[in-house]
């Protein structure tokens, strides 16, 4: 990392979820799953309505932190960026029941969808730079993964 990647800067913690993309191995599954604790508060408190906020919110917050970090350390997107992760896996869980079953399918859904990209997802990781780059692909990923998850809550009820 160049000197001025300090992880105590706010565009490092917010980015790497304070902390959280250290992890070794898999940082977005990580990412990813130190979001379900938090997406259950939200959707416990607010339903659905909080958590498509809380992911609005976390995206704009990741746009910028994200887009900050990339710049200030010359990285596209780097694996320890996890903040797109939880903006990917509460779109995923906004439309599911707060259940466990739900939520370890929609965090397995997402995982799959972040991993192999399918289109659009695979387009904004090619094509788009800085925090919209980062953040873009996450969120196309979420969108498949809560699609999945919901027509799944539909047919299994």
Known sequence: MKADSSPWRVDSLLSTSFGVGYLPIAPGT???LAALPFAWGIATIGGSTGLLAATAAVFLLGVWASGSFTRRTGRKDPGI???DEVAGQWLTLAFAPVD???YLAGFLLFRIADITKPWPASWADRKLD???GVMLDDVFAGAY???ILF???IYLG
Do not use: F, N, R, T
Request: charged share 0%.
């Open 30 to 32: 990580w990412g990813s």
């Open 81 to 83: 960026i996890v903040i």
């Open 100 to 102: 466990p079953y739900y």
């Open 130 to 132: 800085g925090g919209l």
């Open 145 to 147: 993964a809560a699609a």
């Open 151 to 153: 027509v799944a809550h």
